[in-house]
């Protein structure tokens, strides 16, 4: 059955009062007099799914997801032991279908009731009579008329009833991942499980020393293109690993040094942009097992919690997430002693506390940080779902997250129009290009669909905006007193104390050719010991790259943030020639009349970057010389004026003017992506 045939439940959030609360609270027009903080609001659903006790429960997650019956297919599976359900669950979400649990020897009532509300198609049985009785299957099948056929599915061991559930549910070369891990516990399974659930993949369950033989024939009927084992070599061997590499070559692990760790691994690498979390004990399986499906359906994923206690791990990843839906599982005993306000920093339905991490000082509270600013743009997204778009292109040496937001109309669909990119924060203490980030997204998300400008601009281009390139550097920098004036990332260098890679020295292009930066890792400029070495360029590359399609760059004009100096500068900064070998007269002249134009604009200086200083490997030389984009480094207020690291910090007073400053040269450079050689009126020749 195609993966579209599977549930879809979306958020039942009250929309236009929400949209109405985002208006008010969150995205004010900068013209207005900012109130002392601009606290980010968002609505989160909350709901407990659970019945007095795993039978009911399962009914309980039933219901929900499927509010007025008609099922496929169930699953029904014992609710006494794990060993044959694990791979139900992913099966049953694949299928459009539900998981029921039940007792060996009799179908609980309120089962047998929901069966019937249900009237499914077909039910599978997991495992012998041993685990789920004929007594248990006879019930069922009177239950519904007789007529409905309801089948076994019970191999020889565990291994192959979690091999048969496959084979009976997800046809062979059509998934791209399949996952394994342990059948001897089940947390592991179950971390799993969400994650394949909302992708339409397997979970297939294997022994701790040696890969079952039919496990290994499943997965070479499957024939997907990874095998993601999840759990540690003390779960499933290295043995095992090597077993599967013969089988599907390309094997990975995931997981974490607890069972809650290793929920949040997994839901960090294969669910990240999730909105919607769903919670449930750890300490038992059946809870989790059931609410399988449900988490497929609501592409979020499960994490773990103990009764009256939610581990940090698990705390931070949804504070993190800033979800907007949050479904808790399970009765008083599974999950009573928590509360869903305190578990996402929430008080009565409004965002309290933002993901955490250092912030700024009160009297710098304009500023946005690391937390403040995804709560922003998720706000956005949510607000206007059908122009904006976040998305996490990556993540820093640190594994914080590297927040992009598209901005067009049908903005789910890649569209043949013609990119352009932002991106801020290469450098850590450059705070206020954050806010020009924050400011463009605000800008083109409120005005859409009343300026007519806009209106065209986001209509007829896909527009990338990367809000902080460096997360790691930027929550260093405000752990210091107030600012600790830091602009490197924060990668570790062998054999050095000193720590991070100036990014903006680190691309691939003219790496350390010319004396403009520093090859000494203790210096602020320092290169790194490779082209690409630091974490955060590579993601940034690799975002580039995506954008090639059919042997094109999509992206044609890019304006990269930097602080300070009012100066526009373009390539090269290799080179203080002018029009070196590597561009050509009608490439300059166009650089020339753009930036020169956007600077008649915003009042700033236009110039060659070499013209500053000379510098190697910069991101706007590899953006030009590799992918011919007209990449413009824009350095925001003040000019240049002392020496000093408060230039790169300027007061929060003046970030609404600051930034809307530069309004006009902004949407100038997305509006010349569609020919950037217009600029000197030789559109006809080359577009
Ligand atoms: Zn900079």
Same mark, same amino acid.
């Given at each position: ?326 479904? +808790? #599982? ?8 928590? /509360?869903? &306000?305190?578990? $996402? =920093? %929430?008080?009565?339905? !409004? ?116 809000? +902080? #390139? ?8 405000? /752990?210091? &007193?107030?600012? $600790? =004036? %830091?602009?490197?990332? !924060? ?197």
């Amino acid at each position: 059955m195609p993966r579209s045939s599977r549930p879809r439940i979306r958020s039942v959030a009250p929309r236009l009062g929400f949209i109405l609360a985002v208006l008010a609270a969150v995205l004010p027009p900068t013209a207005a007099p900012v109130a002392a903080q601009v606290v980010p609001s968002a609505t989160v659903t909350s709901e407990r799914l659970g019945g007095a006790d795993r039978y009911a429960t399962s009914v309980a997650i039933s219901q929900r997801l499927f509010p007025s019956g008609e099922a496929p297919v169930v699953f029904l599976t014992s609710g006494q032991t794990f060993a044959d359900a694990l791979s139900a669950g992913p099966a049953a979400a694949r299928l459009g279908g539900a998981v029921l649990l039940t007792a060996a020897q009799a179908l609980p009532s309120v089962v047998e009731a929901e069966l019937v509300r249900l009237s499914p198609e077909r039910v599978v049985v997991l495992g012998g009579p041993a685990v789920v009785s004929d007594v248990v299957v006879d019930r069922a099948r009177a239950a519904l008329g007789g007529s409905i056929p309801v089948d076994r599915i019970a191999g020889a061991d565990r291994y192959e009833t979690s091999a048969l559930v496959s084979a009976a549910s997800f046809p062979a070369g059509e998934v791209d991942v399949a996952f394994v891990a342990t059948g001897t516990n089940f947390p592991d399974a179950l971390a799993a499980g969400s994650a394949a659930a909302a992708a339409g993949w397997p979970v297939l369950i294997t022994r701790t020393g040696a890969l079952p033989g039919s496990i290994a024939a499943e997965l070479a009927r499957l024939a997907p293109d990874k095998v993601v084992i999840v759990g540690g070599p003390g779960a499933v061997s290295d043995a095992v690993a090597a077993a599967i590499s013969t089988v599907v070559p390309l094997v990975y692990r995931s997981s974490g040094p607890d069972r809650f760790a290793t929920a949040v691994q997994v839901a960090n690498e294969y669910l990240p942009t999730a909105t919607s979390v769903v919670i449930a004990t750890g300490l038992t399986f059946p809870d989790a097992l059931a609410a399988v499906p449900l988490a497929g359906a609501l592409d979020g994923p499960i994490l773990l919690v103990q009764p009256d206690d939610v581990p940090a791990v698990t705390r931070d990843a949804i504070r993190a997430r800033v979800p907007t839906t949050i479904v +808790a #599982i399970g009765g008083p005993a599974a999950v009573g002693g928590i /509360t869903l &306000g305190e578990l $996402v =920093g %929430w008080a009565d339905g !409004r965002l309290a506390v933002p993901a955490p991490g250092p912030t700024y000082p009160g009297y710098d509270a304009r500023y946005h940080d690391y937390g403040e600013m995804l709560t922003y743009i998720r706000a956005a997204e949510i607000a206007y779902p059908d122009i904006v778009q976040v998305l996490s292109i990556g993540r820093s040496y640190e594994g914080r997250d590297i927040w992009a937001a598209k901005i067009s109309d049908n903005v789910a669909t890649d569209e043949p129009e013609p990119e352009v990119l932002f991106d801020a924060l290469h450098h850590a203490r450059e705070h206020l290009t954050v806010e020009q980030a924050l400011y463009l997204l605000r800008t083109l998300a409120t005005e859409y669909g009343s300026d007519p400008t806009i209106t065209g601009l986001v209509d007829g281009r896909e527009i990338w905006i990367v809000f +902080a #390139i460096n997360p790691d550097g930027w929550a260093y920098d405000l /752990t210091g &007193g107030p600012y $600790v =004036g %830091w602009r490197k990332n !924060r990668e570790p260098n062998t054999g050095t104390s000193a720590v991070g890679t100036d990014l903006n020295r680190n691309y691939g292009y003219g790496w350390g050719c010319c004396g403009g930066s520093s090859g000494s890792a203790a210096a602020w400029n320092y290169r790194g010991p490779a082209a690409w070495s630091a974490t955060e360029t590579r993601v940034m590359r690799d975002f580039v790259l995506s954008r090639v399609i059919d042997g094109r760059q999509q992206i044609r004009t890019h304006v990269t943030l930097h602080t300070n100096g009012e100066l526009i500068l373009w390539p090269y900064g290799y080179t203080r020639t002018d029009i070196p070998a590597d561009m050509t007269v009608d490439d300059h002249s166009t650089f020339v009349a753009m930036g020169r134009h956007m600077a008649s604009l915003n009042g700033y200086t236009a110039q060659q970057s070499s013209d500053l200083y000379v510098t190697d490997g910069d991101q706007i030389d590899w953006m030009y010389a590799t992918q011919h984009i007209f990449s413009f480094t824009f350095e925001l207020y003040p000019t240049e004026q002392v020496s000093s690291h408060a230039d790169h910090e300027p007061p929060d007073e003046v970030i609404a003017s600051q930034t809307a400053r530069n309004r006009g040269a902004l949407l100038y450079l997305i509006d010349m992506a569609v020919c950037p050689y217009a600029a000197i009126g030789k559109a006809g020749a080359y577009c």
